[in-house]
Nanobody, 118 residues
């Protein structure tokens, strides 16, 4: 499975960006699809994730501002980010996993940089 993330950039606080992750596999073969981010000097953290047929989870810090969505027709996962804050700055990675028998296979995209200035 290959993931291609895009949509990062530089915006001022209060602005919006939409990240996209193009996935080479059938979406229905995936279990969880999500976005993580890594700020400078910090560990990678979950931003938002959706499980096939299950719930959508958001980090508390982005609830009400970010929305994850899945376009099954285009094999793409989006992250709509609004009301951006400087603390949202970081490299954003898309992430998917597949379940096969007793194993879970995890895949990462290459990351896209988001910079929010005050």
């Amino acid at each position: 499975v290959q993931l291609q993330a895009s949509g990062g950039g530089s915006v001022q606080a209060g602005g919006s960006l939409r990240l996209s992750c193009a996935i080479s596999a059938s979406m229905h073969s995936l279990n969880t699809m999500g976005w993580y981010r890594q700020a400078p000097g910090k560990q990678r953290e979950l931003v938002a994730a959706v499980t096939e047929g299950g719930p959508t989870n958001y980090a508390d810090s982005v609830k009400g501002r970010f929305t994850i969505s899945v376009d099954y027709a285009k094999n793409t996962v989006h992250l709509q980010m609004t009301s951006l804050k400087p603390e949202d700055t970081g490299v954003y990675y898309c992430n998917v996993d597949q379940l096969y028998q007793a194993d879970k296979y995890v895949y990462w995209g290459q990351g896209t940089l988001v910079t929010v200035s005050s």
